[in-house]
């Protein structure tokens, strides 16, 4: 019964914690990691964090490891698992100097 009470409060986060999550930000980046801590403003510290970059069909990875995340920064938070039947995965696509050396503006 705990699953159908509406996320109203930064409490529900409690199930969360040292789970592998999945955050999309307003910004519009996918971070990867798991949340070790977070506090009455949804603020959200992640561990072991990646960022994932998906552009047609494959996907790049850049590795941050901490990162804390500003609450209202958060759009969509999701636990990851594995699922149970073989989906068609995206290729990663090879290391490119210039994802490494981009840096936002």
């Known amino acids: 019964m705990d699953s159908l009470i ?9 199930d969360c914690v040292d789970r592998k999550m ?5 910004d519009g980046r996918k ?3 798991v949340l070790r801590s977070y506090d009455q403003f949804a ?3 992640l561990e072991n964090t990646y960022e994932r970059i998906y552009h ?10 901490l990162f804390l995340i500003r609450g209202e920064n958060v759009v969509l938070m999701g636990e ?3 699922p149970t039947l073989p989906l068609n995965p995206l290729l990663r ?5 210039t994802l490494h050396a981009h840096t936002p503006r």
Do not use: D, K
């Open 6 to 14: 509406p996320f109203t409060t930064s409490g529900a986060l409690v």
């Open 22 to 26: 999945l955050v999309i930000l307003r």
């Open 80 to 82: 990851i698992v594995r």
């Open 93 to 97: 696509s090879p290391s490119s100097p």
């Open 56 to 65: 047609q069909g494959l996907f790049a990875e850049r590795h941050h490891g």
């Open 43 to 45: 603020n959200l510290v």
């Open 31 to 33: 971070l990867h990691g």
